[in-house]
Nanobody
Framework: QVQLVESGGGLVQLGGSLRLSCAAS????????MGWYRQAPGKQLGLVAS???????TYADSVMGRFAISRDNAKKTMYLQMNSLKPDDTAVYYC??????????WGKGTLVTVSS
């Protein structure tokens, strides 16, 4: 089981920026796909962005052009740079990893609150 720990959440004003980090317990190159999901109050969990170990990225339409996902193999960490934040981005953000050998790991989440 891969251990994932998110950090970087907090309170930010409309239009502000935050960078989330997801630290993994193992070399992340072996994690075929890593991604960020979020769940707002009263809403379902949804994909924000994901990236394969080959560097292919996918984004939700709602964050395209504002968020950027990246992976640093040397630091065993995945990032989500969030710019131009809106109140609709308020949610708990979860890190997810799909190892090449199978399975599915989740972090405990980090709360992002965007005030207007």
């Amino acid at each position: 089981q891969v251990q994932l720990v998110e950090s970087g959440g907090g309170l930010v004003q409309l239009g502000g920026s935050l960078r989330l980090s997801c630290a993994a317990s193992i070399n992340i190159f072996s994690l075929h796909t890593m991604g960020w999901y979020r769940q707002a109050p009263g809403k379902q969990l949804g994909l924000v962005a994901s990236m394969t170990n080959g560097g292919s990225a996918t984004y939700a339409d709602s964050v395209m052009g504002r968020f950027a996902i990246s992976r640093d193999n040397a630091k065993k960490t995945m990032y989500l740079q969030m710019n131009s934040l809106k109140p609709d981005d308020t949610a708990v953000y979860y890190c997810n990893a799909l190892p090449a050998w199978g399975g599915n790991s989740w972090g405990k989440g980090t709360l992002v609150t965007v005030s207007s």
